[in-house]
């Protein structure tokens, strides 16, 4: 398969990265441990996760699917061959959130005791903290690299101007700078990214690796009514792209998608891969054969023509 460097970091991925939001949530331990095996059998490496998946599930707390990813890393025996992507900053609790020292120092060894493991591939500010100072939170990550447990450090929901600022913080002390930037950013969540972030990313280097890369679903082509929304727990949220843009998308997509012989949801990614400044996607599974479509992504190629049709339809 053909990898791709993620940015700085002396890690190569494939195109594709697993998404575990969902694991202990819409697929349980055992649905978990049959999606992991079939993705590392493919010859895919990295998995995306957080400390706080899934504390909106009934019954949760967080750091279920960090301990579904290392009860199976362990049972397979198969941590050499798994890029681990976590994160830190979410609430779990009202004392155990954001980017301070403490937290940070206290959080990590949480996600490495439920992964199963002595170090985190990649570990994310999982959202801006800016009632910390940035060098602390860098301090912090200096401080667990040089220990580590931490290979390299990314921003996810980070503006262009406090990703910037914290890249100029790291510039200026010589602290870690964040490698990889994970944003929203999909056929329909195009703005954000694309106004100032994918600029900053490219100049400074960063691996990109979008989430919610369909759309939590919606680019699957299966929410097309009000009435569709009850087909999945994930349907209250993507209420917001059923709109005329929305519906010009799908179309969109199913056009370039009969053409091929593909799903919606894999012309989607497939759209995202291709884009200038994107590493891979992130996209998550709750079935086997939503797996092997998601993987078959991977082997789409796009022309001009349906990449041009598929930005027009989901201009902004």
């Given amino acids: 398969m053909n990898k791709r460097p993620l940015g700085n970091t002396g890690i190569n991925v494939s195109p594709l990265i697993l998404g575990g939001n969902v694991f202990g949530w819409t697929a349980d331990r055992t ?10 059998d493919a010859g895919f490496e990295a998995i995306d996760t957080a400390d706080i998946y899934s504390t909106w599930a009934p019954g949760n707390r967080g750091g279920e699917s960090e301990r579904i990813i290392g009860e199976w890393m362990a049972s ?6 798994v890029i681990v992507i976590t994160k830190v900053g979410m609430e779990l609790a009202p004392d155990e959130k954001g980017l301070s020292a403490a937290w940070i120092t206290k959080a990590v060894e949480g996600s490495l005791r439920r992964l199963q493991t002595d170090r985190i591939d990649v570990y994310f500010s999982h959202i801006f903290d800016d009632n910390v100072p940035v060098e602390e ?3 912090a990550y200096e401080r667990l690299i040089a220990a580590g447990k931490v290979h390299a450090i990314g921003a996810s929901n980070h503006s262009p101007d ?19 930037l994970q944003p929203l ?3 329909y969540d195009r703005a954000a990214f694309e106004e100032g972030l994918r600029d900053l990313a490219r100049s400074e280097g960063l691996g990109v690796i979008p989430y919610f890369g369909i759309a939590r679903g919606f680019l699957s082509g299966k ?3 009000a009435g569709d929304l009850s087909k999945s727990p994930r349907g209250g949220g993507i209420a917001t792209y059923m709109n ?7 179309k969109a997509l199913d056009e370039v998608a009969a053409a091929h012989g593909a799903r919606p949801a894999e012309v989607a990614l497939a759209w995202l891969m291709a884009r200038e400044g994107v590493t891979a996607p992130i996209a998550s599974a709750t079935r086997l054969d939503q797996l092997e479509s998601l993987m078959s ?6 022309s001009e023509a349906e990449i041009n049709d598929l930005d027009q339809a989901s201009s902004y």
């Fill in 31 to 40: 649905r978990s441990f049959e999606l992991l095996d079939r993705f590392l």
């Fill in 76 to 81: 397979r025996r198969s941590r050499e061959r």
């Fill in 137 to 139: 939170t860098l301090g």
């Fill in 162 to 180: 406090q990703l910037k600022h914290a890249l100029d913080v790291a510039r200026r002390t010589g602290l870690p700078r964040y490698s990889v």
């Fill in 185 to 187: 950013y999909n056929l």
């Fill in 223 to 225: 929410y097309r009514t």
């Fill in 244 to 250: 005329a843009r929305g519906m010009a998308i799908l």
């Fill in 297 to 302: 992504a991977t082997r789409l190629s796009l």
